[in-house]
């Protein structure tokens, strides 16, 4: 009898040792692994991607979520995104925050990393809505700022900046990006509008300096008397300012868009005389934000839009 309440007694002391040793944290056990967050910029080389980044990684840190910059090759913008998409699902991201160059083409990576489950973020140029509908998203979360109305405020900045009426121009990038589409509209709509311009049409290049180093030229020699230019993002204003120091005997306004740190010599100069700044840092931060509820189940507004802000020499 002694021994079976011994034995009784011991195996109750271990079955308390077990259950208290079970409520125990191992020491040796790994912590739970980050959420992975991709960050996909429009174009990796530019300064607005810094931009994005420092907006990011604030968010991450009070997320507990890391960002990850996928590795760039390919030398067309599209098809280096498109590898960029692929990247991330692979390496097993919850989210993917995206600028797109494209409005359209980026879906057949897009719809492979919803079906994986990845989440998407949309910023700075939305995406096509019939596009991603057709791809099976019910819709995309979009955070940036209304472009039509930005670049409809700055072409009117621009305009009223001219001593006297003349020709006026808008020279726009990519056609496939809804950002410099609406871009377009508005800065077209302003100066159609302005009575203090003779409006003397719309140019495009393909969203580098280069190309807008080009088409300045073909403009200046097209329309010798032009006054001033609107173009659609800054990248595009700074061809058109090193054109212009080929014609010093002109006197040109520029206008820009995206408020980039190497454009404000040139509003303090006069080399250029408004952009636009889009708070690109803000539009990520919230971006990994919404993208951190996303992954966590929880609901996150169709569209953000963020005030932007007119810049000049006055306002820096």
């Known amino acids: ?51 994005y980044r420092k907006g990011a990684e604030k968010a991450a840190k009070e997320t507990g979520a890391v960002i990850v910059s996928p590795a760039t090759f ?42 994986q489950g990845v989440e998407i973020v949309n910023i700075s140029n939305p995406f096509d809505h019939y596009s991603a509908r057709k791809s099976g998203f019910r819709y ?23 001593p006297s009426p003349g020709k006026g121009a808008v020279l726009m990038g990519n056609a496939d990006n809804q950002a410099e589409v609406k871009r377009k509209n508005g800065a077209v709509k302003a100066l159609l509008k302005n009575r203090k311009i003779d409006f003397a049409g719309l140019f495009t290049a393909n969203s580098s300096s280069e190309s807008a180093k080009q088409t300045a030229t073909k403009i200046l020699r097209k329309h010798p008397d032009i006054k001033a230019i609107y173009c659609t ?42 952009t636009v700044d889009s708070q690109a840092s803000r539009q990520a931060y919230l971006a990994v934000k919404a993208a951190k509820k996303l992954i966590d189940f929880q609901k996150v507004p169709k569209k953000q839009l963020l005030k932007f802000k007119i810049v000049t020499s006055g306002n820096k």
């Open 1 to 51: 009898m002694m021994i079976l309440i011994k034995r009784t007694f011991v195996i109750f002391i271990l079955s308390v040792l077990i259950a208290v040793l079970s409520g125990c944290k191992n020491p040796m056990a790994e912590s739970p692994k980050p959420v992975e967050i991709g960050l996909i910029p429009e174009s990796p080389g530019r300064r607005v991607s810094l931009e």
């Open 74 to 115: 390919g030398k067309h913008p599209v098809k280096r995104q498109q590898n960029m998409i692929d990247q991330l699902v692979t390496q097993g991201v919850g989210a993917i925050i995206i600028a797109p160059v494209d409005s359209k083409q980026l879906f057949p990576q897009l719809e492979r990393a919803r079906k």
């Open 140 to 162: 995309i979360p979009f955070i940036g700022i209304d472009n039509e109305a930005a670049a409809y405020q700055a072409a009117e900045s621009l305009a009223s900046q001219l």
């Open 233 to 274: 993002d800054d990248v595009l204003a700074l061809g058109v300012v090193q054109t212009l120091k080929n014609y010093p005997e002109k006197n040109v306004l520029v206008g820009g868009f995206g408020n980039y740190p190497e454009i404000h010599p040139l509003l303090n100069n006069g080399s250029m005389a408004v």
